[in-house]
């Protein structure tokens, strides 16, 4: 059962800017900042394999909902990665928190690899309200 309220976040309007933060992380340990996509990083501590914080810019534009469902952006940041990081990554994206807040799939493009694209997971009441999306 997963537990929402080891989480925190805080959203700037002005900015557009949604920052997510695990476990009372507040920035006071070293960790491994990766951007995911343009838009979305990720903070990994990687002696315990996990999530610290998730950093979200330009935020309603990743949130806005398509006639076909949520709007879905190319991991990117995994490309250049060696393997052993790019696998910690996926691990990492595959737990939780982080899947309270994306969701990762693959599209299988030919003639190229598949790659992998993510959306974001339903909002929570309070920040859904706040930025003007349904819960």
Same mark, same amino acid.
């Given at each position: ?48 394999r ?12 990743? &949130?806005?909902?398509? /006639?076909?469902? =949520? ?11 060696? $393997? *052993? ?11 939780e ?7 990762i799939?693959? &599209?299988?493009?030919? /003639?190229?690899? =598949? ?11 309070? $920040? *859904? ?7």
């Amino acid at each position: 059962m997963s537990d929402r309220s080891r989480e925190r976040w805080t959203y700037d309007d002005e900015g557009d800017i949604l920052d997510v933060y695990f476990d009372g992380f507040a920035g006071e340990l070293p960790v491994w900042t990766l951007e995911l996509t343009d838009n979305i990083t990720i903070s990994i501590e990687r002696a315990t394999r996990r999530a610290l914080a998730l950093g979200f810019l330009d935020f309603k534009r990743l &949130v806005r909902r398509t /006639p076909f469902g =949520p709007s879905s952006f190319p991991v990117t940041g995994l490309a250049d990665l060696p $393997l *052993a990081e790019r696998d910690l990554v996926l691990e990492v994206l595959g737990c939780e928190p982080v899947r309270h807040w994306l969701d990762i799939s693959t &599209v299988e493009q030919l /003639p190229d690899s =598949p790659f992998a694209v993510t959306h974001l997971e339903p909002l929570p009441g309070e $920040l *859904a309200r706040l930025v003007g999306t349904s819960a």
